[in-house]
């Protein structure tokens, strides 16, 4: 290794994969993969019950570095302290309840354990576990406790668990805990010692929603828009990596769940409209990133609607959807409730954003040009953000998710009051 490579490998940022032991410790192979491949130097320290599941050397081969088990190994290097204080990031995927429940409580009893006692850096834990262990109060009490330490905890999938039974406690997507990892050491840097990542909206409930609405015409046929929800889940992400609890109503998306995001699915405007009023009930935020259809065909056709030999197709009335965003700007579901909406301009864009937000009454208008090549489906966005006390922020060119943060940055200024879901 030459003096150029020694500098790249100290520059790598470090990560700790903790796996415990449960049978999504295979998911866990996909993680590291990724991890290792976009630059990562990834020390995977399993517990001894992991092993059951994967073995050491498969971690060892997809990581590069010894992957060890206990405290006794290569005491010279006294690992128990040295890995943790290393490291940039800890991410445990999966932890299991009894995982958990030693970090809640400090016990240290293995290398894992030891490493997770003496990290100063971020820590994300990824739970995987059956829905009845994952909702047992003590389970629910340490994931509190962890995470008003400044833990990430993720908030589990919804959907099939070993065996065949489902519901809440899947692991969450590798890829998605990939992102999470990603995202926090970005905003955390990797040096040494760097500062704790900020927690803003802990304790928060925010609500997102993405994509855009399909108005049906027939079975077959709908008015839609080119919404892709990339955008509306940036924003949910980077609110779940600054402690929020979120709600992401989302209206035809592909793109897979958000980790730690409770996700809606919805088809129309109204069902935007009645799942946004539903969810925003003990909101402090409401960020409207969905595309929302002003107008919908008055009449649905139960069958396809057919072509008749000879005659011209019927003209298609249309009518007002209801202006979500106005309502519930107007109708604040609770005092001190911060509501976003977004504009999307072809023309005159700042001109028609002014005037847009005075029409909303919300207090963020995130304006920003749309057309064929821009914004729709991109991962890259630019904006400017207009608040009512006529302060305007310019976004340049950028991934989404840097807007994302600079509109968290902008809501977190305007909260008041104490984060009501904190614990007291
Ligand atoms: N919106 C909404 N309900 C609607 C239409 C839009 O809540 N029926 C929200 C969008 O989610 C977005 C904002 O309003 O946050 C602005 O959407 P936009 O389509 O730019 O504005 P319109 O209200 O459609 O105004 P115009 O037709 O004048 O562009």
């Not at 059956?130 to 909702?135: A, D, L, Q, S």
């Amino acid at each position: 290794m030459d003096a150029q490579e020694r500098g790249q490998e100290r520059v790598r940022p470090r990560v700790v994969l903790g796996v415990s032991g449960g049978i999504a410790a295979y998911k866990a192979c996909e993680l590291l993969r990724r991890l290792t491949e976009s630059g990562h130097d990834v020390r995977v320290v399993p517990t001894a019950a992991s092993l059951h599941f994967i073995g050491e050397a498969t971690w060892s081969a997809l990581s590069g570095n010894p992957a060890t088990t206990e405290v006794w190994e290569s005491v010279h290097e006294v690992p128990h302290v040295r890995i943790g204080q290393a490291a940039d990031l800890v991410v445990v995927a999966p932890a299991t309840a009894d995982l958990l429940a030693k970090a809640a409580h400090g016990l240290a009893d293995d290398l894992l354990t030891n490493t997770l006692l003496t990290a100063r850096c971020p820590v994300i834990f990824a739970p995987a576990m059956h829905t009845e262990m994952w909702e047992n109060p003590a389970t629910q009490e340490n994931v509190a406790t962890l995470r008003r330490r400044g833990a990430i905890v993720i908030e589990p999938a919804v959907g099939r668990l070993t065996g065949v039974d489902t519901g809440k406690g899947r692991f969450p997507d590798p890829v998605e805990i990939f992102d999470l990892c990603r995202h926090v050491l970005r905003r955390n840097g990797t040096a040494h010692g760097a500062a704790a990542l900020p927690q803003d909206l802990a304790g928060r409930h925010v609500v997102v929603t993405a994509g855009g609405t399909r108005e049906p015409l027939d079975p077959v046929r709908y008015l839609g828009n080119r919404s892709s929800g990339k955008q509306g889940y940036a924003l949910a992400r980077t609110a779940a990596a600054r402690g929020a609890r979120v709600t992401l109503v989302a209206g035809n998306t592909e793109l897979p769940d958000p980790a730690g995001v409770d996700v809606l699915s919805i088809g129309t405007a109204r069902q935007l409209r009645e799942a946004v009023l539903k969810a925003a009930r003990d909101a402090d935020a409401v960020v409207m990133a969905a595309a929302v259809a002003d107008f919908r065909p008055a009449v649905y056709t139960t069958g396809k609607i057919k072509k008749i030999d000879g005659a011209e197709p019927e003209p298609v009335t249309l009518v007002r959807n209801p202006d979500i965003l106005a309502e519930i700007s107007v109708e604040r579901a609770r005092p001190g409730q911060v509501v976003v909406g977004f504009a999307a301009e072809t023309d005159d864009v700042l001109a028609n954003g002014r005037a847009k937000l005075a029409r909303k009454g919300c207090d963020l208008l995130v304006v920003n040009e749309v057309g064929e090549h821009k914004a729709f489906g991109s991962a890259e966005n630019e904006a400017v953000i207009l608040a009512t006390d006529g302060t305007e922020t310019p976004v340049p060119y950028g991934p989404k998710e840097a807007l994302a943060e600079t509109i968290w940055d902008l809501v977190a200024l305007r909260l008041t009051g104490p984060a009501p879901e904190s614990p007291v």
